[in-house]
């Protein structure tokens, strides 16, 4: 689509016949993050039985491609290089993060870290990992050398960590619903915005640089202006805290999961329902792929035939419908 003369109701008109979901089966346990590789051709998912499961696109649909072990504890969130498609990193509980790389299909690098990690964050120029781990450390991997060449500890709950557009800055969502902006590298604080009066869980960044948006337990989606700081408006269709958002390619659409049983698609530019689909359980993780509209999930599903046993599958919604 020509995302230039896109309206909303051209939007939606496009969800009505691109509303198939197709789901693979990818881990013996739960998914807890998934993500397109730079170019779109690969998509990842980390999951609670410690391996990643690299797939392959064609056309319309996804091929499993192979497994990625060695982590010793859960793989919680995932991130991949911002212009090199085959290198992704991995957080783990096992105190480790984990390069991999998609084209040799081995691990590239393992590095050792003091705690629990259970957010990841890989740097635009591709220099630097930031991870955090449960007692609130940051730290700063150089990925030329597999050393933490910086730490930060905070004395607050820190969620989501993620850079802007520029790599000249910072960000991450705390438990006090706060948003606080470090300077890149100096690691100096700059501003705290006040984003919402819950837990400001997620944050996410636009293509284009000119927004990011975060998801808080007030239920509500921000959206911000990058260079004002200044919160121009917000998503209020979910019900629960919002877990996991994610910007289409062209920065038109945002995706909001939460533990309500839909997913919702907006338009940026007024916040509009594009779209909205069911899911079968809680969403924790949701991805637009780089250059499409096709958005890879993973819900809390049960399997179907054993309810005691988490489903391990993973979804991709958007493909167009029979």
């Known amino acids: 689509m020509d995302s230039s003369s896109s309206s909303i109701e051209e939007l939606q008109a496009y969800f009505k016949t691109h509303n198939k979901i197709r789901e693979y089966q990818a881990h013996a346990s739960k998914v807890h993050s998934v993500g397109w590789s730079c170019d779109g051709r690969r998509l990842a998912s980390g999951s609670f039985d410690k391996t990643v499961v690299i797939f392959f696109l064609e056309k319309d649909r996804l091929t499993r491609e192979f497994t990625f072990k060695g982590h010793g504890g859960s793989v919680d969130q995932l991130s991949w290089h911002a212009s ?47 991870v955090g781990n449960k007692e609130d450390l940051v730290s700063f991997i150089d990925t030329r050398m597999h050393k933490i060449k910086a730490e930060e500890q905070f004395n607050f709950e820190v969620n989501e960590i993620s850079w802007n557009k520029k790599n000249n800055l ?83 659409l945002l995706a909001s999961a939460s533990e309500d049983l839909v997913i919702d698609v907006g338009e940026v530019a007024t916040g509009e329902r594009v779209a909205d689909f069911s899911v079968e359980a809680a969403t924790f993780t949701v991805a637009w792929h780089p250059s499409q509209y096709l958005l890879a999930y993973a819900c809390d599903d049960k399997d179907s035939y054993d309810r005691k046993r988490d489903a391990g599958s993973l979804k991709v919604f958007g493909f167009p419908s029979d």
């Not at 393992?110 to 990841?120: A, Q, S, V, Y």
């Not at 960044?205 to 337990?217: E, I, K, L, N, Q």
Request: hydrophobic share 40%; with cysteine; glycine share 6%.
């Open 170 to 252: 910072f960000f991450l969502t705390n438990g006090q619903g706060c948003i606080h902006i470090l300077s890149y590298p100096e690691l100096k604080l700059l501003h705290i915005l006040k984003a919402h009066p819950g837990t400001c869980i997620c944050i996410e960044f636009d293509p284009t640089g000119r927004y990011f948006a975060t998801g808080s337990a007030d239920a509500l989606v921000s959206l911000w202006d990058v260079d004002e700081l200044a919160c121009l408006r917000t998503f209020n269709r979910l019900e629960w805290p919002v877990r996991a958002i994610s910007f289409s390619h062209d920065g038109l």
């Open 84 to 130: 090199n498609c085959d290198l992704l990193s991995t957080a783990s509980g096992d105190k480790s993060v984990r390069i991999w790389d998609a084209r040799s299909q081995k691990c590239a690098a393992t590095i050792l870290t003091k705690g629990e990690n259970i957010n990841i964050s890989w740097s635009p120029d591709g220099n630097t990992i930031a």
